[in-house]
Each structure stands twice: as C-alpha cells, then as structure tokens.
C-alpha cells in the first residue's frame, strides 16, 4: 500500500530537530547550568564563611572563659597597671584595659589588650602570651571592679566589656560585643 505524497511530506518533517530548535535547546540548557554553577558557588563561598566564623567565634568564647575561669578562683583583683599589682585596687567607673590578681597558687596573673589582642602573663608581667586569633580583632577591652578591697564588705566582682570584629576578609567580618559579670569565688572578708 502506498500512502498519499503529503503523508510522506509529513513524516519526513517530523523525524528530527531543526537547527532553531536545537540552538535554542542548548541556550536554555547552558542558562539552568549557570545559574546552578552560581548557586552551588555562592553555597560553597557561605559555607566557607560560616566556618571561618565558627573558629573565630570559638577562639573568641575560649578567650573569655580563660579570662573567666582564672578569675573566679583568683583574688586581690588590682584595676589598671599603676600601683602595686599585688594590692587590690578597684576602677568602678573609669575600668581599664589592664587587669592583675592572684591564682590560687599564688601567682600573680595579668590580662591586658595590646593593639588588637589579648594577652596573658602568669609570672606578674614578665612574658606575655596572646589568647586571642589574628583573626580576632579587639578594639575594646574593659574591665570594672567593685569590692576588690577587703575593707569595702562587697563580694569582690569584675565587669568585663569586650567589642570587635571577627573574620579575615572585610566582606566576611563581623562586629561582635560581649559583656560579663565574673564574681570571685571565695567569701571575701
């Protein structure tokens, strides 16, 4: 049997794609794969981002309970590098950026801010240690205390106040501002 002429025109226009078809085919195939690729390349950039954050802020939290830690077993907080670091000396109003007391094995222990870190010295001043990341950045470092005398009848406590930023890159930093309240252990009296 044969088929009429125009049947055969027919199916001969409908075995293939046309040129036309085919560019615009792959044009909005390579628009969803580049739109994908950027989707999955800013992803990857977040992820980066929320990791280096995740280091800062724990190094920044590590800091801080350090200092906090040391505190509360420690006693004579001095406020302020004048005087003598081992008598007590309280700075309610003005705070410092410098803060000396006694550990529990009568050492006397120093933190203070230099530049944009924070630094620990267990042997009174002599050397130095940084407890703070490169990629922690400390513009503000205050320390209040209240009662450090044994004549005053407070419970000796400090007031700690830190800002700065965290992040290496400045599209990725973040400004941070922490405040805490640490309370010698020991009853004064």
């Known amino acids: 049997m044969r088929l009429p002429a125009t049947h055969h025109s027919f199916l001969a226009r409908q075995r293939g794609f046309t040129l036309i ?13 580049t739109i994908a690729v950027g989707a999955l390349t800013s992803l990857a ?10 280091i800062v802020m724990d190094n920044l939290n590590f800091a ?5 830690r040391n505190m509360r077993v420690g006693t004579a907080y001095h406020c302020g590098p004048t ?3 081992t008598s007590p000396q309280n700075c309610p109003v003005s705070g410092s950026d410098f803060i000396a007391f006694q550990n529990s094995r009568g050492q006397t222990v120093i933190f203070r ?6 630094e620990k010295s267990e042997d009174g001043g002599l050397s130095y240690i940084g407890i703070t990341a ?3 950045s400390v513009e503000t470092l205050m320390f209040y205390v209240e009662g450090a005398t044994s ?5 000796p406590k400090v ?22 309240t640490i309370s010698q252990r020991l009853i004064d009296s």
Do not use: Y
Not at 64 to 68: M, P, R, T, V
Not at 151 to 155: K, M, P, R, V
């Open 64 to 68: 801080l309970e350090n200092i906090a």
């Open 151 to 155: 004549a005053d009848g407070l419970q």
């Open 45 to 54: 950039s977040a992820n980066r981002k929320a990791q280096s954050m995740r």
């Open 83 to 85: 005087g003598t670091l």
């Open 21 to 33: 078809e085919m560019i615009v085919a792959i044009g909005v195939f390579t628009v969803v794969i």
């Open 134 to 136: 490169a990629e922690l």
């Open 113 to 118: 801010k230099t530049g944009a870190r924070i």
């Open 159 to 180: 007031l700690l106040v830190m800002r700065g930023t965290a992040g290496v890159k400045e599209k990725e930093q973040t400004t941070f501002s922490v405040q805490t």
